[in-house]
């Protein structure tokens, strides 16, 4: 539709269509520092061994594995779901779940049993890796491609705003009302979800034929979403793609902390500070930007052009060893953040165009989980090439480790 045809309702249609991606995208980072970053900062301060500590990383094994259990969000709606449509009839299902499970995390106390606290933790990061199944497919039916990069900046936003509520901002108030307080009131924060599932649209669906009997059932939600995508050209490079395109990241990340604290002897106070403000203004910006590049530029060209500045800005880490000071610092994570959310904004849009719409979540969810194998499997032996390299060599070899995911992409566009 062209500007002169389109509708005077149309700009506040898509601005509050926006307004939306940023509500779901809060209410999506909302429980993920609970069943993690906050929970261990819980575990600690009641006393509970370091070994269980731990142990609460696998909880968010939830949120690498929901492929598994996302064909039921695309094709099983139930025939009495009527009006609401297939996607926010499991949202409304989901979100007050997520809500009784954080409600459920208050009422435990880690220093009586820890194992209650982790069982709760882990049925409030099943939901929420559940809400993130359908809160994608929402995004990508609801958006058509061209608006895409708006609605992942969008949805960044809200996102790490709910993050650093639920993070920083709940450990913050346990000091005043204490963790069960605390926690209580994220889960009040989450039992305002539905209200914004209510007010939102239903994606248009498309029409498919109802399977007969379980094998087809089970063949249609679990072996054609995957089927259709290997069929197309190229798919099994587009994956490789997609595994390979955050390796150098990654490899940075898993070592940061040591880095700053063993390599630069910086103090755990500076390192926070420039992981708050800095941090939030360089992804507020940055996922801006990559919607930019989108727009003007289209996925592809994006993703190389965000990609290959996301790789350059690892720089910032020998820019820092040469001058460790408190300013570098924020200058450093300010810009890494910036460039890392444009380059997540890119990414994610470009994988979002890849899943047909008749398997929207099952595909998705099978992508973005292929992008955290490096996170999870590769990045672990980060620390050993650290120690065998030294610091600058390493993360020489970090601002490389993208280039042949780029490489790929660019060999997929002139194809």
Known sequence: MDAASESPAAPFLRNSLLLRMLGFGFFSGLPLPLSIFTLQQWFTTAGVSIHAVSFTAWLGLSYTLKFLWSPLFDRFPPRWAGRLGRRRFWLFVIQPLLALACATLALTDPTVNALHTAIAAGAMAFCSASQDIVIDAWRIEIFPEARQGAALAAYVWGYRTAMTVSGSGAIALSTVLGWHGAIICMAGLMACAPVLTFVSPEPSAPLQATPVGILAAIRRSFVDPL????????????????????????????????????????????????????????????AAFGAWLVARLGNIRAVLLAGSLQAASLGLYLVLLAAA??????VKVGGEYFFNAAAQTAFLSFVSAL??????????????????IPLHTL????????????WAPFYACTMLGGLPALGILLWLRRR
């Open 227 to 286: 089927l259709e995508f290997l069929s197309r050209p190229g798919a099994l490079t587009v994956l490789a793609f997609i595994v390979l395109f955050w390796l150098g990241k990654v490899f940075a990340d898993n070592t940061a902390a040591s880095f700053y604290h063993r390599g630069l002897g910086l103090s755990s106070q500076a390192v926070a500070g420039a992981n708050f403000i800095p941090a939030l203004v360089g992804i507020y910006a940055g």
């Open 325 to 330: 000071t408190s300013w570098m610092l924020y």
């Open 355 to 372: 899943c047909s719409r008749n398997y929207t979540a099952t595909q998705y969810a099978l992508l973005s989980s292929l992008a955290a």
């Open 379 to 390: 990045a672990g032996t980060a620390g050993y090439a650290a120690e065998a390299l030294g």
